[in-house]
C-alpha cells in the first residue's frame, strides 16, 4: 500500500466526485473533466455512471465497497451511508448533505433508517412552488416563537421538518453528525458531536484494516 | 347580486384557475385558454399576472381582496390563507395543497404560521436529489417502526416533516384541515376536522356579508 501522503480517495456522490489528496478537498461536478492521477483512486459511489467514467479515465481505482463488511435488513442502503455508520456502537448518524440520512445503530448493529431532503433541496423547493417563496433560510429564526414573515415561516418549516423527527427517533441516545450542513444542525441538539469528514475517515479506516487492498 | 346557481368563484393559485361553478370544481393550468363567462367571477389570486389574464379576457370580475377584513401582524400572508382562516376563533388551520399552509388563530386573531411544501413538492424533491429516490409515497407506511428499505425511509420522513410541526404547534387545541392533502393528513390527528372547500365556502361567506358587492 502507499503511503499516507499519496492516498487519493474519492466519494462519488449524486452531484461531484469529492476528493481528499493529502488532506485536501477538491470537489468536481459529474461532467466536469477530471485531470489525471497516477496514484490509485481508492473510492466509493452512489452513481454508477460516474463510478464507470472514473474507472475508465484514471490509471488505478480501488472501489471499496468490495472491501466493505456491513450488515442490516435495509433495503437499498447507499454505501455512503453505510462507510459512515461503520464501527458505531450506539448512537444516531445524521449525514447532512444533499439528502440528510439519518441511521440508527445499535450494539454495532444497523436497526433502519430515513431520507430527509437537505437544506439547500427545501430551498429550491419552495423557490419552484411560488416565486413568492423564493427566500435563503434566516438561520437564526427563532424556533420558539410562531413565525410572522414569509422567510421566518420557511426557514422555521425547514429546520422544524429535519430536527423534529431526528429529535422524536434518537429520545436521549448520542447523535453523530457529519456531512456539509452537519455542523450547522448540530448546534440544536443537546447529546450530539460533529465529526468532520467521517466518510473519508472511515474510507481510511477501510484501507488500513485490508491487508488485500494493495 | 346574482342567485346562488349562476355564482362563479375562482381561487387562483401558483399553478391553477380553480373553479366552482354551481357546485362544478373545474381547474385550468394558468398557461390554458379560459372559456368566457358571461356571469361575474368572483376570485381571489396570489398570482398577481394571472388575475390581471383573467380580468382582461372575461366580461366581469370581482377581486374579492377589497372585501376581507383580515388583521394580522405577519407579513406577506398570501390572500387564500386569510381566507381560510376567516372567522375561526381556536384553532389551527391546515390548508394542504402544493404548499402546506399551517396557521393560528386564538380568539378569534391570527398569531402566525408557518408553510411546508406540500406533499408532491417533497416528491419531486427527492426525484431531483438523485434517480435511486425516485418514488411515489407509501401511504401505509408505518411511522412507530424504523424504515428498512428506500420507499418507506422517504414516505416516513415525508409524513413526519409534515406531522410533527403540526402536533408540536397545535398541541391539544382543535385542527381544522383543508385542500387537497388535507383529508389524507388528517387521519394522524385526533383532534381535528377536515373541511371540503373551506376556501369557495368562505369566499360564498365574503359575498353573502358584502351588501356592495353587485
Partial sequence: M???LELILCDIGNTTYHFLIDGIHKKYLLQESLPKFKETIFYISVNDNAAKKLEKNQEKCVDLEEFLDFETKYKGMGIDRKVVCLG???????DAGSAITVDIME???HKGG???PGISRFINTYKK????????INTKVNLDTIPLCT???????ILKSIILPIKEISKDRKIIFTGGDGEFLSKYFDNCIYKDDLIFKNMKGII???NRIA
Fill in 129 to 136: 412552488i411560488s416565486v413568492k417563496l423564493d427566500y435563503e
Fill in 2 to 4: 502507499n503511503g499516507e
Fill in 88 to 94: 458505531v456502537e450506539n448512537a444516531i448518524i445524521v
Fill in 151 to 157: 422567510q421566518d415561516a420557511i426557514s422555521y418549516s
Fill in 114 to 116: 430515513f431520507i430527509l
Fill in 208 to 210: 488500513n484494516a485490508n
Fill in 107 to 109: 450494539n454495532f448493529k
